[in-house]
């Protein structure tokens, strides 16, 4: 069948692709002259350059927020606000002579100082690792850990120590037998008697001597009476010294 198409329609000479108009145009008259009624699938709509650019520009920006929102999330302790200093926990050593104090300090970014202050006073933390300290503590008392972060926030924590053995020798017992006196001494809970220290010091000649005897089970340290006045000094293994009086009398002097 020939097809009646308009020749100033649709230039079939013309080297030139049909536009979209002019393909519907051709198609709707070959099913028109075929006799075939059919629907045509309805073009589908694409999206204009506009709104796709639109849409890439926003998700774009929206991914940079939340970069930007993570990062800060992550640099914000130790930056705007104070770094916080968490999992501090202290051991006493063995012999109650001292205690080790440890912590953490939570920020993504190093910070400008660690510090600590025993009873006032200052005293070296040693960084075990990344973020991570620690303090040698000599004595009972008050220990305050404080951290200054990069752009100057300040924060501290306190915790209080007291499983140190900071308390000296005590008597137990005393008794004179002929020119010479038996005292018995304990250390309670603490590291124990230091008695290779133990001495005995003369103000009239000023010299110190050791005791005549001394028994490290028992307790015992025997001394020789003074023919004046002697100032006995009993340390234990901390540094803790207990110190008594000798009188030069031998009527039965005790220690005062």
């Known amino acids: 069948m020939k097809m009646n198409f308009p020749p100033d329609r649709i230039d079939t000479n013309s080297m030139e692709h049909f536009t979209p108009e002019q393909e519907d145009i051709l198609l709707h008259a070959i ?3 075929l006799h075939i009624e059919k629907s045509l699938p309805p073009v589908p709509a694409f999206p204009s350059y506009r709104s796709v650019v639109r849409r890439r520009y926003i998700i774009r920006k929206c991914c940079i927020a939340a970069c930007v929102a993570l990062l800060l999330f992550m640099l914000m302790p130790g930056t705007v606000v104070p770094a916080p200093i968490s999992e501090v926990s202290a051991a006493p050593a063995a ?4 205690a080790r104090v440890e912590f953490s300090v939570n920020s993504a970014v190093p910070v400008r100082e660690v ?3 025993m ?8 960084e075990t690792s990344y973020q991570n300290y620690a303090v040698d503590v000599q004595e009972n008392g008050y220990l305050l850990l404080e951290v200054y972060s990069i752009s100057g926030m300040y924060s501290s924590q306190g915790i209080e120590i ?3 053995d900071d308390q000296a ?12 006196i038996v005292i018995t001494f304990t250390d309670n809970n603490g590291v124990g008697i230091d008695y290779p220290s133990i001495t005995c010091y003369s103000s009239d000649t000023g010299i110190s001597s050791a005791p005549l005897y001394y028994d490290e089970k028992t307790g015992q340290v025997t001394f020789s009476l003074p023919d004046s006045s002697e100032v ?3 340390p234990d293994k901390n540094g ?3 110190t008594l009086m000798l009188s030069a009398s031998r009527t039965g002097d005790s220690p005062e």
Do not use: F, K
């Open 115 to 117: 510090s600590a202050q």
């Open 95 to 98: 012999d109650s002579s001292s």
């Open 119 to 126: 009873n006032d006073h200052t005293i070296q933390v040693e």
């Open 162 to 164: 007291d499983g140190i």
């Open 169 to 180: 020798p005590v008597v137990i017992s005393h008794y004179q037998s002929g020119d010479t």
């Open 31 to 33: 099913l028109s002259d």
């Open 232 to 234: 006995i000094s009993i």
């Open 240 to 242: 803790n010294t207990l």
